[in-house]
């Protein structure tokens, strides 16, 4: 054919016909779809009813991490979210494998923080025949989750995934469930996804009433003792330096609880620290002094508050601002309740409230400072303050700490010494022991060049210890911090102080030789029994190029302190001895 004759156009009929797209399964279908939002890693572990899914894994671009349980894929999912403020995805199978992630879907979603978790189901034809490893995944995760799905049609998977990403990283953050039958899995679609209408997606709550806010805003700004407590909200909503300027405009001291560690820096004269049943002195009495007190992005739980009646006593007014309107009201009746992001309320007080100082509040706080500080005792034993004294010491600004359940989590709580929300996590509202070990797996898998510390009880330690073999393999370096005490040492010291001094069933008189464990999983281990000991464990464990384990030998009779007896308000702490 000529140049000038192929420079013609064709008849449209003369046209060769395009190829058809070629059927995908279910499976490529959802992998895809997570690759369309953004997800770089995601925890799980194969088994009959999600083979599908790992049949087409090794052609996508995720990272997947094998893990040795499916909760600590879940904890993985949680760590790595909380970490990056990103959606953790956790993978598992139908049956035992799905119902071995609801503890970690507990702890997520307790304390509002996004994973989605895809099981695999067994065929639609046996849904409700009581099949080989059929259990009713959507009914066994309705209280742990946001929403949960079960797809019948793959051609769904696009509109559901992209909705359950949604749903869990909107509003109040949470935990999502996708369960997907093994047939769902397996069928072939093609052409376009069908664009399912019966949605779920989660409603931002309303702006809140320009009245409200003017009413907060002029109960602050009259009062002569303000105080701030801010919650987890706060880092959610990327209000941190709204809270310090509001903060530093009223002149108010701040307090945190314990999810919202790091909100507001440690280092800054108006912060208080922890409140509550195990805060620091000066900042329960901070708030049992008040007299207009803020909670914003935080719940007013039973550990914030103790005794409610005895809460703030003297505060003449308290406001509570919180995203999600279930939490307010529910356990302290603030006078003033305002539904709203964390963020837009904090700079709208902002704008409406004068900069003023308060020397006489501020001389109060700082003597409540200088006369109940933290104190641990001093008796020739390894205390716990001194083991995280120095990993603290050794950590960098962006460098994670991930706690444990237990004492070791608030004696590594009230040590704190970061200036940013993410970098030191824990279980709060679900309190869920063995949570420290897969989490900073997850946190490491998500800042691979940072850091990761993970502090534990020996007791928290062997309930999911098994995913040394996971962070080995991963190649994600945790640095595992045991504070020993050969006991369960919070249960031991309720019973000292609250159940008549028995001590049943707290010790644990088999303690693994963990450096032997550490070996065995290909890990460093370290023994430590003194203060002298432990700079030179850190370092060895920090410049070795893989996970590692110190051991420390604490103190068997060390407890936290300051503590409010069981039944009492704030201001009844009792201090070290």
């Not at 695999?120 to 995760?141: K, L, P, R, Y």
């Not at 444990?404 to 200036?419: F, H, P, R």
């Not at 040394?468 to 020993?484: C, D, R, S, Y």
Request: aromatic content about 6%.
């Amino acid at each position: 054919m000529s140049a000038s004759l192929a420079a013609l156009p064709r008849d449209p009929d003369d046209q060769p016909a395009r190829p058809a797209a070629q059927p995908r399964s279910g499976a490529e279908v959802l992998l895809q779809a997570l690759v369309d939002e953004g997800v770089e890693v995601m925890f799980g572990l194969p088994g009959g009813a999600n083979l599908p899914i790992y049949q087409h894994l090794p052609a996508s671009p995720i990272r997947h991490v094998l893990v040795r349980h499916e909760q600590g894929a879940a904890h993985m999912a949680d760590g790595y979210a909380r970490a990056s403020g990103r959606v953790g995805v956790c993978l598992a199978t139908s049956g035992p494998g799905a119902l071995n992630l609801i503890t970690g879907l507990a702890t997520a979603h307790f304390d509002s923080v996004p994973v989605v978790a895809i099981t695999g189901q067994v065929a639609n034809s046996a849904i409700g025949t009581d099949a080989f490893q059929e259990s009713d995944v959507i009914g066994s995760t309705m209280s742990v989750t946001k929403h949960s799905y079960q797809v019948h049609d793959a051609r769904d998977l696009t509109a559901v995934m992209r909705e359950a990403f949604h749903v869990a990283r909107t509003g109040r953050p949470g935990a999502v469930l996708v369960d997907i039958p093994k047939d769902v899995q397996q069928q072939l679609v093609s052409g376009e996804p069908s664009n399912i209408t019966r949605l779920r997606p989660h409603r931002e709550p309303t702006r809140p009433d320009p009245e409200l806010l003017e009413r907060a805003a002029s109960l602050l700004a009259a009062a002569e003792r303000p105080m701030i407590l801010a919650g987890r909200g706060i880092a959610i909503a990327g209000a941190e330096a709204a809270l310090q300027t509001l903060a530093e405009r009223l002149d108010a001291p701040v307090g945190t609880t314990l999810l919202g560690t790091g909100v507001f820096p440690s280092s800054s004269p108006l912060a208080m620290g922890l409140v509550g049943f195990m805060g620091t002195g000066y900042c329960n009495k901070a708030v049992s002094d008040c007299d207009c007190l803020l909670m914003v992005g935080m719940r007013a739980d039973d550990r914030v508050t103790c005794r409610v009646d005895l809460f703030a006593p003297r505060a003449q007014h308290m406001i509570h601002v919180n995203i999600d309107p279930a939490e307010l009201g529910k356990t302290v009746p603030a006078d003033c309740q305002i539904a709203a992001d964390a963020k837009f309320a904090l700079e709208a007080l902002i704008a409406a409230i004068p900069a003023r100082t308060r020397p006489r509040w501020r001389a109060q706080v700082a003597e409540w400072r200088t006369r109940h500080p933290l104190r641990h005792p001093h008796n020739g034993t390894l205390q716990p303050q001194e083991v995280l004294a120095a990993a603290y010491q050794r950590r960098g600004a962006e460098d994670i700490v991930v706690a444990d359940v237990g004492l070791n989590q608030m004696w590594a709580a009230t040590s704190w010494t970061g200036e940013a929300p993410g970098i030191f996590l824990n279980s709060g509202g679900a309190g869920t022991m063995g949570f420290a070990l897969p989490a900073a797996i997850g946190a490491k898998a998500a800042h691979p060049d940072r850091l990761v510390f993970a502090v534990c009880g020996e007791g928290g330690f062997v309930m999911t210890f098994q995913e040394l073999a996971t962070a080995v393999e991963a190649g994600l370096a945790v640095k595992v911090i045991i504070l020993n005490n050969g006991q369960l040492g919070m249960v031991r010291q309720f019973q000292d102080d609250y159940y008549g001094g028995v001590r049943s069933q707290i010790d644990h008189a088999v303690i693994p030789d963990f450096e032997l464990i550490a070996a065995a999983f290909g890990c460093f281990g370290r023994r430590v029994d003194s203060l002298e000991e432990v700079g030179a464990a850190m370092d060895a464990a920090i410049a070795y190029d893989g996970p590692a384990i110190i051991d420390c030998r604490i103190d068997p009779e060390a407890n936290i302190y300051p503590i409010v007896p069981f039944g009492m308000g704030l201001a009844d702490f009792v201090e070290c001895p």
